[in-house]
C-alpha cells in the first residue's frame, strides 16, 4: 500500500525527564550482573542469599500519600490518572539544618544555570533546609566519568552511580568500602525509621545496595522492566493496520511500511526485545541439572537469525544500521514505526512533541512470543542506581545528608515530590485545567532532575498530563507482568566473576556484526566458543555452585 509522506522533525520544548532509561540497555552485561557482593570478589565473584542481609537493611514501612487509580498487579506499577487537588506534607519533620553539600549526578540534556543564578535550586534547598550544589556530568559519557571518579578517589559528598556503570567499574566492591560511608548504624533495622520516606523503599532494593557485608548505598527500586518496543500507535491507525501478533506478524508489517524512498522505515535496533519475543532467558536457564546460558539457547539464537533478517530486508533506518544514537528523533518524527527504548521514553517523547504536534501518540507493544507463544520478559534488577555518601564526614553530617535524601525520596502525591519535580507552583509550574503541573518559562530554564536522581521512590505511572499514558502504559503492564522470567538465581544477591563479565563484550560486538551483514551467520558457533573458553565456563561453575550452596540444585 502507499503511505504519506512522512513529516518534519518537531524541535524538542523542554528539558527530557528520565531520558536515560534506554541508555541503560546497551548489552547483556549491563543488564545481567547485579551491583556488587557481599565480601571481598577478588575478581573470583561472590553470593549471599537475600535472608542473609535482613540485618543490615531498614526495616519496611510503607508511606501512601494517595490512593492509586490503577493498582499494578504482580508487583507492576501503580498508575494515577490525575494529580491530587491537594498535596500531603511528608517530610515536615525530617530537615537539613544549614549545611552545604555537593552532588554528583548525570544529566542529560543542557546544564541548568547553577547555585547563585537558579531561582529553583533556591526553593528546593530551602524545603530541604540545607544546600545542594550540583555538579552534573553528561548522562552519554558517565562511564568514563566514574571511572576516572573512581580511580581519582575524587568523590562528591554526594555521588550516584547508575546501576549498570557499577557493574562495569573494575573492582568497585572494594573501591565503594574505601570512598564512600557506612550506613548500617544509621538505617539498619528500625534506625531508619527516623527517615521514614526512606524505610518505605523497597526491602529488595536496599539488599542490592549491601557491599562487603555493609549497607553503603541508597537504592532507586527500579519498575520490572526497563526496554520494549515503542510504536507510533497514530501513524498505524491513520494507515488502518492492526497491531501484530507473534514475530512474524511484526516482520511482515514492518515490510509494509517501510518506504525508503519517502524517508520512512520500519525499526530501530530492536534486538534486547527480540531476545524477550523468542524466550530467551535474561542470562541462565537451570534445566535437567544444567545450567543454560543466554548465548546457549536455540531462543537466542532464533532471535539473532530473526534480526539478520530485518537487517537484510532493508527494514531498519540507515543511520541505526550505521549503529547511530539518533532513534528516538527517528521515530518521534516518524521516520521509523518502531523502536526498542527504554520505557522512560515514552513520556519523555511525548513531553518534546505534543506541544507541537497534539495528535502524536505512542504505545507500547503488547507482550507478544515468536509464533504466538508466550515471551519471557526479563526483570530488572530491584536497584537501578545508588548514592552513596562520602567516606570521612562527621556523624551529623552524614544524618544532615540522610534528611537530603529522605526529602528526594518522598513519593507521587506528596509536597515535596511537587518541589523537587516541579519547583514552586506559579513561579516554576503552573497547574493545567485537569491539575497537571506545566513548566513556566523559567521552569523550563531552571528545573531539572538532579534532585529527582539522588534517591529513589516507588515506581508508580503518575504522568497525567500526557492524554491515555497512564492507562495505556499500566494496561501494558499489568498485562506484561505474567511473562516475567523466573529467574533460578532470585533473592541472592550475586557479584559476577571478572572474566564472565569481560567474555561478554566480545560476543555481543560480534553478534552486532553478524545481525547488520558484515560476518556470516556461521561465525556465530565461534563467537560462542570463544565466550565459553575466555569466561563463560568459568561463570557456569560459579553459578552452579551459587545454586548449590543455597539449596536450588
Known sequence: MSLPPTPAPSRRRFLS??????????????????????????GGGSASAATDLNDLIPTFQPFEAVVPDIPGVAGAPDGFTAYPDSFVRAAADVRGSGGHYTAMTPMWGPVPPGLGNNSFYDHVNERIGATVEFNFQDGNTIIDKMNAVVAGRDVADITMFPDWVINLIPQFNRAVGELFEDLTPYLAGDAALAYPLLANLDSDAWRANVFNEQLQGIPWPSEPFSNWILYRRDLLEEYGLAVPADSEELFELGKEVNDPDNNRWAFGDISLTARQIFGAPKQWRYENGELVHMFETEEWRASVEFMRRVFDAGLVHPDLVAQGDNAKELL??????????GLGAWHEAYGQILGDNPDFRLDLLPALGHDGGDPVLHRNDPSSQSVFV??????????????????????????????????????????????????????????NDGYYFISGRPPAVTESQYPDFVSWKTAWYNDAIAYAEDDPFAGIR???????????????DRVEDIIRGREDLSALDTAIDDWRRDGGEEGREFYLEVLREHGRD
Open 17 to 42: 525527564l528520565m531520558g536515560a532509561t534506554g541508555a541503560t540497555a546497551l548489552s547483556a552485561g549491563m543488564l545481567s550482573g547485579c551491583s556488587g557482593g557481599a565480601g571481598e570478589t577478588g
Open 332 to 341: 518521534n518524527s516518524g521516520q521509523i514505526l518502531f523502536n526498542q527504548d
Open 390 to 447: 562520602r567516606k570521612g564526614m562527621e556523624p551529623e553530617q552524614i544524618e544532615e545528608i540522610l534528611a537530603i535524601v529522605n526529602f528526594c525520596a518522598a513519593p507521587f502525591g506528596t509536597q515535596e515530590y511537587m518541589d523537587y519535580r516541579y519547583g514552586e507552583e506559579g513561579v516554576h509550574h503552573e497547574r493545567n485545567e485537569h491539575g497537571a503541573p506545566e513548566l513556566t518559562d523559567l521552569g523550563n530554564s531552571e528545573v
Open 494 to 508: 550475586i557479584q559476577r566473576p571478572d572474566r564472565f563479565s569481560a567474555a561478554e563484550l566480545p560476543l555481543t
